[in-house]
């Protein structure tokens, strides 16, 4: 895909959307951390049912510790892998109060020395709580890069990689946003919806039926 193409390609996703943002529902940069930590491999909907529970009785650090691992997962037991996500949580807060004076730290290499923060999970933070113009390739992101044309990579570090390359930078901040959303509601797994897609005209996708 040629420079020009990935021009308009963004241009119109910003002019639909100029000023997206995670359907994670947060107040801190914590309660962020603890909701990406917790939507792995669960949807966005999940979360934010068990975390408007969690948030306004333990919304800090020393709060969720204070529920303890058996505590936390009464809020959180509608989650996917619940149990395992509870003790990095609390692993995390630990480590966040111990190491960091309660607050989240706001480069990498901190934000994935805590338990159960890969460098997704980081990158979302950084982005969207601290405004770094950083990619975090999901799922989704990583199909509508591939699809498209947009970013071709075998792996979501390589897509990453290559994205941070070819995404002009006045879209950079926001493109992790409008690819997840076009993803999770356009460029859909199984069914791409073409037909009302506003970058179809220049999507590179071979079976796309428009």
């Known amino acids: 895909m040629n420079r020009e193409k990935r021009q308009a390609i963004f241009s119109t996703l910003r002019e639909a959307n ?22 792995a491999q669960a949807t966005d909907v999940g979360v934010n049912k068990a975390t408007r529970r969690l948030f306004p009785v333990a919304g800090t650090p020393q709060a969720i510790l204070a529920l303890g691992e058996e505590g936390l997962c009464e809020y959180i037991k509608t989650i996917g892998l619940y149990r395992s996500k509870a003790r990095h949580t609390i692993e995390t807060c630990r480590m966040l109060l111990d190491k960091h004076g309660g607050e989240v730290p706001t480069n990498r290499a901190d934000l994935e020395a805590l338990p159960g923060v890969g460098r997704k ?12 113009p950083t990619i975090a390739v999901d799922t989704h992101i990583f199909r509508v890069a591939n699809r498209t ?17 070819v995404v002009p930078e006045e879209f950079r901040q926001d ?11 356009i460029c859909k ?13 220049w999507c590179e996708y071979p079976a796309k039926p428009i």
């Open 175 to 185: 493109a992790h946003h409008w690819l997840i959303l076009h993803g999770r509601y």
């Open 121 to 132: 999970t980081a990158n979302v933070v950084l982005n969207t709580a601290f405004g770094h």
């Open 149 to 165: 044309r947009l970013a071709v990579g075998k792996d979501v570090r390589e897509v990453e990689e290559r994205l941070m390359k």
């Open 18 to 39: 100029p000023h997206p943002t995670t359907e994670l529902e947060y107040q801190t940069p914590f309660q962020l951390l603890i909701a990406v930590l917790l939507s």
């Open 189 to 201: 797994a199984r069914k791409p919806d073409c037909e009302r897609c506003p970058i179809a005209h």
